[in-house]
């Protein structure tokens, strides 16, 4: 399917399906938890789907890409200019929610009930000790983490895989075929699965309006609109640091990722967008090695847009118990998040876990993620395409600078 019928289709579904949810909730709202609950079954063959894909083809991609790198000294020079504008494109993230949303100051602008004092949010903040985060990034088992698409596990295999296969030389050289095969097969596994992502976007939006209506957009519509005011601002800088190393093609590059980008906003998966990410930055002329290293490690270290809605909903729910934060303690937040969102694409609905082990620390009620709950769908519609945008600048920056960008 060509990339521009194929970004046609997911309009149209996109269109269809908040269409179809919001007439399903008005004229039927009865009937609109089941409808909701049959819509829903589409993006979740979906996702599936794509899951099924997600772990051969990133330990297939990130092993064939290391081994073909040739030493560990190429592997360690691009692995640390990989971390370095990683590290960087976090604290841009982190340090653009914390002034915007010191400026537009969402939280007291709504005026919003605030939830007893004693109600606390769904959301477990467990999940981020030192322990949990070491499961989640060193295996036991590769058979386990791939069947459980622990995406840092698979990442942690693939660099000790790739590297031993690297200083085998021409002994593993064939393996190496192998797992090209692999990883074009999965590729093409990619294009028939793509098939289905209209109806996906189209069941996902069904879904959510159905069950919520558009009221919960207009209640939330300031707060919304001034996030997705910072995440646009967010890729514009990042869109301009790219053309300060790859010059004009930047915008070739988002306009050749545009699938993947309206991929992962339509489903809120970042995940779901992983394989035409990076189909699409090897048509737009990164190396398949740089590509295949990069990317996966991205995914896990550089989620742009996930960092910076913590920064943006922490002190959204501070303003709205009127609480002040100074300077200081601001910073200290920024510091902790740039920390503790690190390996947070392996814990379950990540962003709200990283700000619900941060309210506490500053004394800010954890009850506060109730006013976020019932429009994280939509938000994150967002983040996750911001994702897409900051990984795949990533690719062509660390690309250009080894040279290998055509």
Known sequence: MQTTRLTRLILL???????????????????????????????????????????????????????????????????????????????????????????????????????????????????????????????????????RNEILQIVVFALFFGSATAALGERARSLVDVLDAISHAMLKVTSYVM??????????????????????????????GEFYLALLLLWALLAALGALVIGPRVLQLLRGVRDPLLLAFSTASSEAA????????????????????????????????????????????????????????????????????????GVPRASLVVIAATLPQFNIPEAGLLLLLGIDHFLDMGRSATNVVGNSVAVAVVSRWEGELR
Request: one cysteine or more; proline letters at 4%; glycine letters at 10%.
């Open 274 to 345: 992983y394989p035409r990410t990076l189909e699409q930055l090897e048509r737009f002329g990164c190396s398949n090695r740089i590509a295949s290293f990069v990317l996966p490690i991205g995914y896990s270290f550089n989620l742009d847009g996930s960092m910076m809605y913590c920064t943006f909903a922490s002190l959204f729910i501070a303003q709205a118990y009127g609480m002040e934060l100074s300077i200081g303690q601001q910073i200290l937040m920024l510091a902790i998040l740039m920390l503790t969102s690190k390996g947070m694409a």
């Open 195 to 224: 098939l289905f992502a209209p109806l996906a976007v189209f069941g996902a939006l069904a879904a959510t309006v159905a069950q919520h209506g558009l009221g919960v957009i207009r209640v939330y519509g300031l707060f919304m």
């Open 13 to 147: 579904g996109l269109g269809l399906g908040i269409a179809t949810g919001y007439a399903v909730h008005s004229a039927l709202p009865d009937s609109a938890g089941a409808f909701a609950a049959a819509a829903d079954l589409l993006p979740t063959v979906f996702l599936r789907l794509i899951k099924m894909i997600i772990a051969p083809l990133v330990f297939a991609t990130l092993a064939v890409g290391i081994a073909r790198m040739g030493d560990l000294g190429t592997i360690g020079r691009v692995g640390l200019k990989a971390l370095g504008w990683f590290v960087f494109a976090s604290l841009l993230s982190l340090s653009l929610g914390l002034v915007l949303v010191n400026l537009l100051k969402p939280g007291i602008a709504m005026h919003l009930p605030l939830p007893d004092s004693s109600a606390r949010g769904d959301v477990s903040a467990t999940g981020l000790s030192l322990v949990d985060f070491i499961g989640h990034t060193f295996p036991t088992s590769i058979a386990d983490a791939m069947a």
